[in-house]
């Protein structure tokens, strides 16, 4: 049974830095595409970068792309979402995903695993 378990949220300040990990279990990763999504209250939920993991290859939403970093430490099984200059309107629950055909989609949808989230507060 994959499991993936996301931490390094918390309360930051505006211009400040996190930096969000994804340890998966559970499974083979060598064919999987991991993404970070977000879904701030009220709102719904939106895609942000997405990894292979063999090839490291990426895709990233256009509007975070330079703020925003997906990595990932194939050794340790995690997939990591550096953030960078923090704005208030960042704050939402992130959440990890998995999708074992490893296609980098940019729709929840194509993912399998998720996550239980971890809130990430920006205050002004």
């Known amino acids: 049974q994959v499991q993936l378990v996301e931490s390094g949220g918390g309360l930051v300040q505006a211009g400040g830095s996190l930096r969000l990990s994804c340890a998966a279990s559970?499974?083979?990763?060598?064919?999987?595409?991991m993404g970070w999504f977000r879904q701030a209250p009220g709102k719904e939920r939106e895609f942000l970068a997405a990894?292979?993991?063999?090839?490291?290859?990426?895709t990233n939403l256009d509007s975070v792309k330079g703020r925003f970093t997906i990595s990932r430490d194939s050794a340790a099984s995690t997939v990591f979402l550096r953030m960078n200059s923090l704005k208030p309107e960042d704050t939402a629950v992130y959440y990890c995903?998995?999708?074992?055909?490893?296609?980098?989609?940019?729709?929840?949808?194509?993912?399998?695993?998720w996550g239980q989230g971890t809130q990430v507060t920006v205050s002004s």
């Open positions: 990894i292979t993991w063999s090839s490291g290859s990426t």
């Open positions: 995903a998995a999708d074992p055909k490893g296609r980098r989609g940019l729709r929840g949808s194509y993912y399998d695993y």
């Open positions: 559970g499974g083979t990763f060598s064919g999987y595409a």
